[in-house]
């Protein structure tokens, strides 16, 4: 299986800050790597897929980058909707697998 | 495209979990999209369980579940199923229902259930 990685596991950041999050894929992907936002109690939402495509609707000031083993998340200018836990997933290979998250939370 | 899991909040050890998803905005059936299940543990990461294609009806399972899920359609109910027999405690999970897009290179969940929460416990 390919283990992916996230980092940190926990983000402590103030409105206006720009965040960046990293994961790392034990194996080579590609750029098949796709974003998630999930807030408690709701379904995870896909944000960015193919490492660095935005999904529809999704604002701007979220962007990813990389390929291989090393990818990352930024956000911009943190928003009061952005704190939330962040997930990053390969579908390179099966079994799709996901990285632990990364909870952005208020400094 | 929405999706919407329905089954049982309470499973005994050993005994299957059984959940539907049901599916409106598209057909189960459509060869453009892939199906599948995802859950997460409390205080865990998300876990693929398996996926199903349609068109030719093959599943691709998670190694992790030891081939004790079964994924189906209901094409008359314009369904998604999951049957995990064998559960132990370990199996208590917010349990996913979710779309992809059967391209390569966009196999990513664009299109989420809301989730139900499965407990198992005697």
């Known amino acids: 299986d390919t283990q992916m990685t996230q980092s940190p596991s926990t983000l402590s950041a103030s409105v206006g800050d720009s965040v960046t999050i990293t994961c790392r894929a034990s194996q080579s992907i590609g750029t098949f790597l796709a974003w998630y936002q999930q807030k408690p109690g709701k379904a995870p939402k896909a944000l960015i897929y193919k490492a660095s495509i935005l999904e529809s609707g999704v604002p701007s000031r979220f962007s990813g980058s990389g390929s291989g083993t090393e990818f990352t998340l930024t956000i911009s200018s943190l928003q009061p909707d952005d704190f939330a836990t962040y997930h990053c997933q390969q579908y390179n290979t099966y079994p799709w697998t996901f990285g632990q998250g990364t909870k952005v939370d208020t400094k | 495209v929405q999706l919407e899991e329905s089954g049982p909040g309470l499973v005994k050890p050993s005994e299957t979990l059984s959940l539907s998803c049901s599916v409106s905005g598209a057909s189960i059936t459509s060869a453009s999209y892939f199906w599948s299940w995802v859950r997460q543990a409390p205080g865990k990461r998300l876990e693929w369980i398996g996926r199903i294609y349609p068109t030719s009806g093959s599943v691709n399972s998670n190694p992790s579940i030891k081939g004790r899920a079964t994924i189906s359609l209901d094409v008359s109910r314009n369904e998604l199923s999951l049957k995990l027999t064998s559960v132990t405690a370990a199996d208590t999970a917010v349990y996913y229902c979710?779309?992809?897009?059967?391209?390569?290179?966009?196999?990513?969940?664009?299109?989420w259930g809301q989730g139900t929460l499965v407990t198992v416990s005697s």
């Open positions: 979710a779309k992809t897009v059967a391209a390569a290179g966009f196999y990513y969940f664009n299109s």
